[in-house]
């Protein structure tokens, strides 16, 4: 008997994979969607890349619906997403185009897919970026993808938006996430200052079983200092 069931939308990314590997190793069925599989979850559901928005999640919605069986679901945990630097002289169409389809249109669809299956009181768990908060002259795409995101985040945690009663709707706001990724491209950065993958699940694991909840449509930075994350609710 599983412990629960869990949807990790973008689950073959980095952060993706170390939810799927958390909630398998907790006894969860889980299910993976992305753009490829990920053999260790339950069930993957293959996201048809060149398909457009609606024609994603009318399949994602479709293949879930055949793999729960009527059944609900504990979480659903959108940690797609990716980054794309420049500024508004270079690429901004471009670069805001592929930030949107990461990240925008992943969290809507994810967002559907609770209205859905989510069990109430159960978890709808976005992604964020701590520097969307402000300005992000440097990557105007990626703050303008992650603005979104907050704004929905803070839509779905509101009376009326959809979702089943007493869920909770919230975004994670990171600086940095330890990815091998991240450690390539930043070889001489403050490791002790980025968040690790395992963080990030058991953090989702929690709020799952109920424990230290924040409000919902909050927006949960984390920051991360001499190996020690703290969570600023936003």
Not at 55 to 64: A, F, G, I, P
Not at 121 to 139: C, S
Not at 201 to 229: C, H, M, Y
Request: proline share 4%; aromatic share 6%.
């Amino acid at each position: 008997m599983a412990s629960g069931r869990v949807v990790v939308y973008g689950g073959r990314g980095a952060l993706g994979a170390a939810c799927v590997n958390h909630f398998k190793k907790a006894n969860f069925w889980v299910a993976s969607v992305d753009l490829n599989p990920n053999e260790s979850a339950d069930v993957n559901i293959t996201v048809p890349k060149d398909a457009s928005w609606v024609q994603q999640e009318e399949h994602v919605v479709k293949e879930l619906e055949t793999a729960l069986q009527g059944q609900k679901v504990n979480a659903v945990i959108c940690v797609a997403g990716g980054w794309a630097g420049g500024n508004a002289a270079k690429d901004l169409s471009k670069q805001t185009d592929l930030m949107w389809r990461q990240s925008v249109w992943s969290s809507t669809i994810a967002a559907t897919v609770a209205s859905k299956y989510l069990s109430p009181g159960g978890l709808v768990a976005l992604t964020g970026a701590k520097a969307a908060l402000e300005g992000t002259p440097g990557m105007i795409g990626y703050g303008l993808a992650k603005a979104a995101v907050h704004q929905l985040t803070k839509s779905l945690g509101a009376k009326d938006s959809g979702l089943p009663e007493n869920s909770l709707a919230v975004a994670i706001l990171p600086v940095t996430l330890d990815t091998e990724m991240n450690r390539k491209w930043m070889p001489k950065a403050d490791f002790g200052s980025w968040t690790p993958l395992t963080f990030v699940a058991q953090l989702f694991d929690k709020w799952i079983k109920g424990e230290e909840r924040p409000p919902s449509g909050s927006l949960v930075a984390l920051v991360t200092k001499d190996n020690v994350t703290d969570l600023i609710i936003q």
